[in-house]
C-alpha cells in the first residue's frame, strides 16, 4: 500500500539544527582533540549559535506569513512566526552571552583530575548547553503539545547537570534539589497534557482551542484540570510563586554563568511555552486562567521583592530579583481576561519585557562573575567597585537602574510602562497597583546595591587584583579577561540601543495573528 511521506520545511528548523549540529560537533571535537587544543571548543559553540542567529535573518525576509512544516490534517506541529523569531533572537543572543561568561571558569586543557573546584570541563559544558539551547530553541517554535513537551525536556536534562559540573558539595546539593522538584513538576505537567488529550482527542494547540469551544458538557472538567496542570508545569519553570522554591538554592549552587542562563534562556523559554499554551490552546478559557494568573503574578512580584531586600549574596539576591521580574512578565497574562479572544493586544508586552529583562539581567551577572573572580560572591564585595574598574561599574549600575525601571536605566521603564499599559488596557487596576508598590520595593535593594559600586572601600576590605600576566584589557588596577569585556560591551550597547529604540522590540510584536 502506498506511504504517505511528509514534507519537511528544513529551512523552518534550521535554527535549531544548526545549535543540535553545533552540539555534536563539539561532542566529537571534545573526543578527538587534546591539552590544549580544546581551547577551539568555545569557539566551536559560539559558531554553532551564530549559526542560528544568521539562519534567522532569511526567515524574517521571508515575509510575514507563518512557515509550518511537520504538519498533518490536525495542524502543524513547528511554526515559525514574528513571535517565533522574536523569541530565538532572544534565547540565542542570551546564550552567546552565557559562553563569553563562562569562558573564563571552564578548563580547557581536558585534565580530569587537577584544577580548581570552581572550574568546569569544557567538553561537557559546551555539550550540555548547546543540548539545552537546542530544547529552548525548539520550544519557541513548538505547535503541538507532545512538541512542547520534548523541547521542555531536552531544555532541562542538560541543565540539571550543567548546574552539577562544578565539584563542590553545594553544586551537587543545588543540582539535586533542581531535578528532584522539577520531575515532579514535569509529571504535573504530563498528567494535564494527558487529560487535555483525552478531553479534546487532539495535541496540535489550535485544534485544541477550537475542540473546548465545542467540548461536551460532561469533559469540562476534566479539560480544565487539564488545562490547570498544564500551566502549572510551566509555571515551575518560569519560577513563579508557589513554584519558586528551587531557584535560589540551584543559582547559588550553580556556577555564575549557568545561574545566568537558568535566570533568562530557561525562563524565556519557559514563558514561552506559558504563552503558546495560554494564547492559543487555552484561549477559550481566558476568563478563567486570566485572573489566576493575575493573583500568581501579584503574590511573584511581591514575594521575590520583600525577599530580595534581605539578601547579601549577589547571586542569590539576582535569583530573588528574577523570581520578581517573573511577577511583572506574568501581569499581562493576568490582563487576558479583560481582552477575551484579542489576546494579541497583551501578551506580546510580555514577550518586550523578557527582550529588555534578558539583557539587563544577563549584564548584571557579567560584572557579577568579574567580582566573584577577584573578591567575592557578596553584594558588599562590590562596595568600591568604581576605582578598579570603572567601566564594569558603570555598567552595573547601568543594568540595575533598567531592571529598577528608573532613568538612565530607560530600557527597563518602556519594558515596564509598556507592562502598565497592558494593564491599564484590560481595566486590571488593583493589579497595577501592586505592581507600582513593588517597583518601589525593588528601588531599595537596587539602588542600595548601586550605592556600593561608587562607595569608598571599607577598611580591610580585600584589594581587586587580576591574576598576574592573564589575558585581558586594564581598565583600572587589574587586568579584565577579553570574554567579560566582551559581553559587557555586547549587553552594555544592546542595553543603550533598546533605551534609545525601544521600538524595536514592539514594531515585530504588533503584527496581526502574532500567536499563530
Avoid at 543540535?20 to 563539539?26: H, M, R, T
Avoid at 578548563?107 to 573546584?117: F, L, Q, T, W
Avoid at 537558568?262 to 494564547?279: D, E, I, P, Y
Amino acid at each position: 500500500m502506498p506511504f504517505d511521506v511528509q514534507s519537511i520545511d528544513w529551512l523552518a528548523i534550521s535554527p535549531v539544527l544548526a545549535v543540535a549540529v553545533a552540539a555534536l560537533v563539539v561532542l566529537l571535537a571534545d573526543l578527538f582533540l587534546e591539552g590544549a587544543r580544546k581551547a577551539v571548543l568555545p569557539w566551536l559553540t559560539l559558531a554553532g549559535l551564530g549559526a542560528g542567529l544568521v539562519l534567522l535573518v532569511p526567515l524574517r525576509a521571508d515575509g510575514d506569513d507563518a512557515r509550518g512544516t511537520f504538519c498533518s490534517p490536525s495542524g502543524c506541529s513547528y511554526v515559525v512566526t514574528d513571535l517565533t523569531l522574536v523569541l530565538q533572537l532572544v534565547l540565542l543572543g542570551s546564550a552567546v552571552v552565557v559562553v563569553l561568561l563562562s569562558m573564563p571558569m571552564v578548563r580547557a586543557d581536558g585534565a580530569d583530575g587537577a584544577g580548581d573546584s570552581s572550574e568546569v570541563p569544557g567538553g561537557e559544558y559546551h555539550f550540555l548547553l548547546l543540548s539545552s539551547v537546542t530544547g529552548a530553541v525548539a520550544l519557541a517554535g513548538a505547535r503541538d503539545l507532545l512538541t512542547l513537551v520534548v523541547a521542555l525536556e531536552t531544555l532541562s536534562l542538560p541543565a540539571f547537570a550543567l548546574v552539577g559540573l562544578r565539584r563542590d558539595g553545594r553544586g551537587g546539593e543545588a543540582a539535586l534539589k533542581f531535578f528532584l522538584l522539577s520531575a515532579g513538576a514535569t509529571a504535573v505537567l504530563l498528567f494535564g497534557v494527558s487529560l487535555v488529550y483525552g478531553s479534546t482527542g487532539s495535541v496540535h494547540l489550535a485544534r485544541i482551542a477550537g475542540e473546548l469551544d465545542r467540548l461536551d458538557p460532561k469533559l469540562t472538567h476534566v479539560a480544565a484540570t487539564g488545562a490547570v496542570l498544564t500551566m502549572i508545569g510551566f509555571a515551575f519553570k518560569v519560577a513563579a510563586v508557589p513554584f519558586h522554591a528551587w531557584a535560589p538554592d540551584t543559582y547559588r549552587g550553580a556556577p555564575i554563568p549557568v545561574a545566568a542562563y537558568l535566570s533568562v534562556v530557561s525562563k524565556t523559554a519557559g514563558f514561552a511555552g506559558l504563552l503558546l499554551v495560554a494564547g492559543i490552546a487555552f484561549r477559550p478559557y481566558a476568563h478563567l486562567w486570566g485572573p489566576a494568573l493575575a493573583v500568581l503574578a501579584a503574590v511573584t512580584m511581591t514575594a521575590g521583592n520583600v525577599a530580595a531586600l534581605r539578601q547579601t549574596d549577589a547571586v542569590r539576591l539576582l535569583a530573588w530579583s528574577s523570581i520578581a521580574q517573573s511577577g511583572y512578565v506574568l501581569v499581562p497574562f493576568g490582563t487576558a481576561a479583560g481582552h477575551g479572544e484579542d489576546l494579541a493586544d497583551t501578551l506580546p508586552a510580555a514577550v518586550a519585557y523578557l527582550a529588555v529583562y534578558a539583557v539587563m539581567n544577563l549584564g548584571a551577572f557579567a560584572v557579577v562573575t568579574l567580582v566573584a573572580r577577584e573578591r567575592g560572591g557578596l553584594v558588599a564585595d562590590h562596595r568600591g567597585l568604581f576605582r578598579a574598574h570603572p567601566v564594569a561599574a558603570l555598567a552595573m549600575a547601568f543594568f540595575l537602574l533598567c531592571l529598577a525601571g528608573i532613568p538612565p536605566g530607560l530600557a527597563g521603564l518602556f519594558a515596564k510602562v509598556t507592562v502598565f499599559q497592558a494593564v491599564i488596557g484590560a481595566g486590571t487596576g488593583w493589579l497595577a497597583v501592586v505592581m507600582a508598590v513593588n517597583v518601589v520595593i525593588g528601588l531599595y535593594y537596587y539602588l542600595a546595591w548601586t550605592a556600593q559600586l561608587f562607595a569608598v572601600e571599607a577598611p580591610g576590605m580585600p584589594p581587586v587584583a587580576g591574576s598576574e600576566g592573564a589575558a585581558g584589557v586594564r581598565t583600572g588596577t587589574a587586568p579584565m579577561p577579553l570574554p567579560l569585556v566582551a559581553a559587557l560591551v555586547l549587553t552594555g550597547a544592546l542595553g543603550v540601543l533598546l533605551s534609545v529604540a525601544p521600538q524595536l522590540v514592539l514594531r515585530v510584536l504588533t503584527v496581526p495573528g502574532l500567536l499563530g
